[in-house]
């Protein structure tokens, strides 16, 4: 996880906030915001710690000319938080409108072939180190699962029932719980992951934690990923700067596609089977999914001619 170092008038309360989002668990990338913002205060140099519209304003403007305009929202979002944190401590913080997003991020769908060749990499990656078999384990929840990186790094053992096959995602995203039910195989290579690794059931242990026993970054996930799409031979379209390009999020897309296709081959209505992906994608609103009845409809030539009709509804995951 990177350091940043803040010198701005308000270091000791983005300190402080850095470090509490920390302990919750959220992710290290609203740090890179609060440092943008403290790179600008510095710069200005205000004479007290109270963010008038002025000041934020600036800052936003401030901000890359050609970044994308929903990575600016992803900037907003991030300082809005520390506002209310702001406010609630008693220093004055400007909240800006969130502005509108561009909906024109197409994500990457993996062909099955695609799938089974990321898997095979993630699993040459194995050496004699137990913590090499966390991967491997990893890539599979998030395609046979549709997990979030951060959901996966986010189980602890307390999390995990393997009598009943059942996952439980705690504070998804929008603060949700959720229950992910496994497929047999992804419930038996648990099982011996945990096995191996000697984790004790319904503890606070991390299901996946680095060498000195804390969670691991959503950065380690991506290197790691990024070594897989290298040697499974798939290559990264070259993009403009700041766009979002294949990344280990494209296997929760690839998930939801795969299972509505399959769906599709049994015979499945797919806006009747929607509620179902909705609940075990833990979406908000159904806006959310139909996105991938969307999605299935623009590429769904590509997928099905690539695609294996497996029995299940949900996709296969290679063992």
């Not at 078999?133 to 998030?142: A, E, G, K």
């Not at 700041?242 to 999020?249: A, D, G, L, V």
Request: charged fraction near 25%.
């Amino acid at each position: 996880m990177k350091k940043y170092t803040y010198n701005s008038i308000l270091k000791t309360e983005i300190e402080n906030y850095t470090d509490l989002r920390t302990a919750q668990g959220h992710s290290a990338k609203e740090n890179a915001t609060l440092f943008s913002l403290d790179l600008y205060l510095q710069k200005e140099k205000p004479v007290e710690k109270p963010l008038s519209p002025i000041i934020v304003d600036g800052w936003v403007s401030s901000l890359p000319k050609n970044l994308h305009a929903n990575t600016k929202i992803v900037y907003i979002s991030h300082y809005s938080g520390f506002a209310k944190y702001l406010n609630s401590i008693g220093i004055p913080a400007f909240i800006p409108e969130r502005p509108g997003g561009e909906d024109t991020y197409i994500p990457y769908i993996f062909s099955h072939d695609e799938v089974k060749r990321l898997i095979a990499a993630a699993d040459n990656m194995i050496s004699t180190k137990k913590l090499a078999l966390q991967f491997p384990l990893i890539i599979r929840l998030l395609y046979g699962c549709g997990m979030r990186a951060g959901e996966a790094l986010g189980l602890k053992m307390m999390d995990v029932d393997l009598n009943d096959g059942i996952i439980i995602i705690r504070h998804g995203k929008g603060s949700k719980d959720r229950y992910v039910p496994l497929t047999t195989e992804l419930k038996d290579i648990l099982k011996q992951y945990i096995n191996i690794m000697k984790k004790e059931p319904f503890s606070d242990q991390w299901v996946f934690a680095n060498t000195k026993n804390n969670r691991h970054s959503t950065e380690w996930v991506r290197q790691k990923f990024n070594r897989c799409l290298e040697a499974a031979k798939i290559d990264k379209p070259s993009l403009q700067r700041y766009s979002r390009n294949i990344c280990p999020h494209c296997l929760r897309h690839s998930f939801a596609v795969h299972s509505f296709k399959k769906q599709g081959h049994l015979g499945i209505d797919m806006y009747t089977a929607a509620p179902l992906l909705a609940a075990y994608m833990g979406h908000s609103t159904f806006r959310d999914t139909e996105y991938y009845l969307r999605l299935t409809d623009e590429i769904g030539q590509e997928i099905v001619a690539k695609s294996i009709n497996y029995a299940n509804v949900f996709p296969e995951v290679p063992q």
